[in-house]
């Protein structure tokens, strides 16, 4: 049976952080060894900005929904300190970093190019992506180490699409999902899918979109048409990433447990196959639908194993990439207001009056919410975050 996760002690992460800059929980210790603890914290001690690191073992249940920006966030409100914050993150597939600032000239943008390259050079070593993140930081190396990785994954990822597309197939059934799949996992590091979207709100800043913020510069079309690109990729090999993932757990698990469960599980993950699709260029929007299916498969996988009912988790409606909603919230809509389910960071971004991090996709050389996208069964459901039955829906959508 899974134990209910115990809440973070903020003050005693506090207490580390106030110390020595740096926060390893004693679950971690066998993912962050003694001495690596030892070169992050000196490392930490030489960087110009104050910077902060936590190593904790999140989990999809716990009260930040793990992820990783929650917990950074929840962290910083509890003690308000300008710095650089670097987060671990031990979910699906390999281990990475997420990264946030507070009141520094190291935006989040410059943070998001730190763990980057940390995780594509270290992709399976959470103590040494921590170590190389804080290196950059303090030796000032963060661009031209970005640059060098970005450039070995952009050669990776046009290798691995064309080795797919030419021996693509596709298994209907319950087994694998085939090379498309597959191919996925011979990228070293996939990007993850809302550092990436925070890369694309910074563009969008940069062109003046977001209100509030001053415009900086226009940027060539081609430059945005390269974020946007490299944003999609991401997200599509992470898909098929946690679709591997959840697709070999359930063949490795044994059918006992909850058969409603059991049957939810299954569900989802021939759902999310099927959403997924073959195709090299999925829509984006079908993308976040397999993401979201696959969370919930999951779920469904863990219930059916602890011998519990599952019942799905309403996602946050802004971005349902942001995970499981905390909280129900009133919005002014142009034909009135409307209650719907979000998450604790769009939940503060609204309450600070600023605008939240929505999930927008391009559709006809524009920027627009998924939600007024039409492309069903995601906007009509806000990805199953007002029809909680996402399975159903897509069935009857897509017949």
């Not at 980057?116 to 031209?144: C, R």
């Not at 209650?339 to 996709?361: F, M, N, W």
Request: one cysteine or more; a negative charge; glycine letters at 8%.
């Amino acid at each position: 049976m899974t134990a209910t996760p115990q809440s973070a002690d903020l003050d005693a992460i506090w207490a580390s952080l106030d110390e020595t800059g740096v926060y390893v929980d004693p679950s971690m210790t066998s993912q962050i060894t003694a001495d690596q603890v030892a070169e992050i914290e000196a490392n930490v001690a030489r960087t110009e900005e104050p910077t902060y690191v936590v190593a904790y073992p999140l989990a999809f249940d716990d009260e930040f929904s793990g992820r990783a920006e929650d917990l950074l966030a929840t962290v910083h409100d509890h003690n308000p300190q300008p710095g650089v914050y670097l987060a671990t993150d031990t979910g699906f597939g390999e281990p990475r970093l997420e990264g946030k600032s507070w009141e520094t000239t190291t935006d989040d943008y410059a943070a998001y190019k730190v763990t980057f390259a940390a995780e594509h050079e270290h992709p399976s070593n959470l103590g040494d992506q921590l170590v190389a993140a804080t290196e950059m930081l303090a030796d000032g190396t963060t661009e031209a180490r970005y640059n060098e990785e970005w450039t070995e994954y952009e050669k990776e990822s046009e290798s691995t699409s064309s080795s797919t597309s030419s021996s693509s197939s596709y298994d209907d059934g319950g087994g694998s999902t085939g090379p498309i799949v597959a191919g996925s996992l011979t990228i070293a590091i996939v990007v993850v899918a809302i550092a990436l979207a925070r890369t694309w709100r910074r563009y969008k800043i940069e062109r003046g979109d977001i209100p509030g913020r001053k415009k900086a510069f226009a940027l060539p079309a081609s430059v945005v048409e390269r974020v946007r690109d490299a944003h999609d990729s991401a997200l599509i090999a992470r898909a098929d990433r946690e679709l591997l993932a959840l697709g070999e757990l359930i063949d490795e698990t044994d059918m006992q447990g909850d058969a409603a469960a059991w049957q939810a599980a299954l569900d989802h993950y021939d759902a999310a196959k099927r959403t997924r699709g073959e195709g090299s260029k999925p829509d984006v929007l079908d993308v976040v639908g397999t993401l979201v299916l696959v969370e919930r498969g999951s779920a469904a996988l863990d219930a059916a194993t602890a011998g519990k009912a599952y019942k799905p988790t309403a996602p946050c409606y802004l971005n349902p990439l942001h995970g499981a909603a905390n909280g129900r919230t009133t919005l002014d809509t142009a034909t009135g207001k409307v209650t719907v389910p979000l998450c604790a960071a769009c939940r503060r971004d609204l309450k600070a009056h600023r605008r939240p991090d929505i999930l927008d996709v391009v559709r006809g050389g524009k920027p627009v919410h998924y939600f007024d996208s039409g492309v069903e069964p995601w906007a009509s459901t806000g990805y199953g975050s007002l029809e909680l039955d996402l399975v159903t829906q897509l069935h009857r959508t897509r017949r």
